[in-house]
C-alpha cells in the first residue's frame, strides 16, 4: 500500500515523496501490515475556505481523510490534491514547511494519528 509522505531535507526544504507499507496474507480477512505503535488521534473539521500559508508540521503525524478534497503545496512548488480515503504522512516538522487549502468550497473532515518518536514505517 502506498502513502505520500511531506518532509523536509536539511537545508529546511519540504518535498512529496512515496512510502511503501508492506502488507502480507492476513487470510481471509485480507492483506495486513504489521502493528504499529500510535500517539495521539485528533479529530477534525476544516472549514470550506481554510488556506493556510506555510507552516511545518507540529509533529510527525498520519493525516486520514475521511471527507472533502485539499491541496497541499511544497518548497518546489509543487502541488498535490487529496481527498477521502487518502493517507499523508507528515514529516516536514522543521523548516519552510508546506501551504494546505481547501478546494472546491467543501469541508474537510480528517483524522491525525501522531507518530512517536523513532518510529518507522
Known sequence: MKITRIFNDESGKSFFG????????????????????????????????????????????????????????VSSGETRQFAGGDVILLEDTEGEGHCSKALFNEVRHSIFVTVPEGMSF
Open 18 to 73: 512515496e512510502l511503501e507499507i508492506a502488507l502480507k496474507d492476513g487470510g481471509p480477512i485480507g492483506l495486513l501490515s504489521e502493528r504499529f505503535p500510535a500517539g495521539d488521534i485528533i479529530f477534525r473539521e476544516t472549514p470550506s475556505d481554510y488556506d493556510f500559508k506555510w507552516h511545518p508540521a507540529p509533529q510527525r503525524q498520519l493525516l486520514f481523510i475521511l471527507k472533502g478534497r485539499c491541496e497541499f503545496k
